[in-house]
Nanobody, 126 residues
Framework: QVQLVESGGGWVQAGGSLRLSCAAS????????MGWFRQAPGKEREFVAVISWSGGSTYYAESVKGRFTISRDNAKNTVALQMNNLKPQDTAVYYCTADRERMLRRWASRIEHDYWGQGTQVTVSS
């Protein structure tokens, strides 16, 4: 059983930056592709970014490409999401998630993942 705990959310003005972190425990971290989804009020949960088990491959939603960067440290069992040039439409609860699916586009296309964190709120004001 893997536990995921997110941190780093908060409030920021448009154009600002935040860095989200996700700490994993209780399993073999490198078995999983890791990533982030987000959910805004009244909207469905949507994919943001994913990184392969080795860290060698990444895949991003078009809406965040060029602004967000995902990374992982398998020695520390952590994954991070650096978010730059934030926009009000980035406001959402951000969830860390782990799944054994190796094909990143397939990973991004579904929410039936192995493990989810509790989420961290990101609010971007205009």
């Amino acid at each position: 059983q893997v536990q995921l705990v997110e941190s780093g959310g908060g409030w920021v003005q448009a154009g600002g930056s935040l860095r989200l972190s996700c700490a994993a425990s209780g399993g073999t971290f490198s078995n999983y592709a890791m990533g982030w989804f987000r959910q805004a009020p009244g909207k469905e949960r949507e994919f943001v970014a994913v990184i392969s088990w080795s860290g060698g491959s990444t895949y991003y939603a078009e809406s965040v490409k060029g602004r967000f960067t995902i990374s992982r440290d398998n020695a520390k069992n952590t994954v991070a999401l650096q978010m730059n040039n934030l926009k009000p439409q980035d406001t959402a609860v951000y969830y860390c998630t782990a799944d054994r699916e190796r094909m990143l586009r397939r990973w991004a296309s579904r929410i039936e993942h192995d493990y989810w964190g509790q989420g961290t709120q990101v609010t971007v004001s205009s």
